[in-house]
């Protein structure tokens, strides 16, 4: 298989920048990234790049009024992945609680909870300041998470699915529609011994056949939150929560506005960089 990698230069670098561009490169098919010292790298497959597709990118031409951003690109054969991610992925602590880390990385000491994620070319690693947010929100709300049933949409690697899992979550649906994302996911909850996990591929379609849910966590883009939010609501419980990010902090009022239409009520927010993580409730 053959895939086009392109080179990111942001000057002056910043990894905010980085992380919204990637986050916006996740939207539209890129799977695969590394961290250089001035950008970072992406990776799609060669039959689905598209180069005007990276001209018009909204979040890259928001940027590019304040920073200068080059582009290169070629074409590479497929290989190890594994190294690749090993020469870039370094591990995080989320909260001093969460470590997520590959299973090249060695533990730390004292830390409630332990996530291993080997991500080769799938979005979530936890490096992202939404993923961070969304383990936090899990963390914060694992009481009402234990012993419930969890959906997560656009689960990519399954880290948060693992990690609700870790707060004794009953039963997990991951759903991701990137095939990669699937079978990476897969490889992940065998790593972390997870057995009340299930991945799916698909979209939002899929929720009309499964039983509700107590508690829906979808960590995917402002965009896509927005026109599925109805299914969201429709297989959520009543008095359970939507916990959703993706977004910037500019987006909540749109967020919320949707949500509560729908009779979903907003509880709060944290904030990371201009990033945001919210927390709904469904009145019973």
């Known amino acids: 298989m053959t895939y086009t990698e392109i080179k990111f230069s942001i000057n002056p670098y910043e990894e905010a920048v980085a992380d919204a561009l990637i986050a916006g490169l ?66 995080i602590v989320v909260d001093n609680r969460i470590l997520v880390r590959a299973g090249f990385h060695q533990p730390i000491p004292g830390i409630s909870y332990e996530i291993i994620i080997e991500p080769k070319m799938s979005f979530g690693t936890g490096h992202h300041a ?24 656009g689960c990519g690697t399954g880290i948060l ?17 990137d095939e990669w994302a699937y079978n990476n996911a897969m490889e992940n909850l065998q790593n972390n011994h997870t057995n009340n ?33 109805e299914h969201y609501n429709a297989c959520l419980l009543p008095d359970g929560l939507l916990i959703m990010s993706g977004f910037y902090e500019k987006d909540l009022p749109m967020i919320r506005k949707k949500a509560e239409s729908l009779g979903i009520q907003f509880i709060s927010y944290q904030k990371k960089e201009q990033w945001v993580a919210s927390v709904f409730h469904k009145k019973s």
Not at 34 to 61: P, V
Request: hydrophobic letters at 40%.
């Open 197 to 229: 996990i299930s991945i799916k591929i698909g979209n939002a379609s899929l929720l009309t056949a499964e039983q509700p849910f107590n508690v829906i966590l979808a960590n995917i883009n402002r965009n896509i939150l927005l026109n599925d939010m």
């Open 161 to 177: 699915s693992i990690m609700a899992s870790k707060v004794k979550a009953r039963e997990v649906v991951g759903i991701d529609i």
């Open 130 to 153: 939404t993923t961070a947010l969304m383990l936090h929100a899990i963390l914060e709300h694992a009481p009402e998470i234990q012993n419930k049933r969890v959906l997560d949409m």
């Open 26 to 91: 996740s939207d539209i098919g890129y799977d695969g990234f590394s961290y250089n010292d001035d950008g970072f790298t992406a990776y799609i497959n060669k039959e689905r790049y598209n180069a005007k597709a990276i001209e018009e990118l909204e979040i890259r031409k928001y940027f590019s009024e304040l920073y200068r951003i080059s582009v290169s690109t070629q074409e590479i054969e497929d290989q190890d992945w594994n190294k690749v991610w090993e020469e870039n992925f370094t591990p």
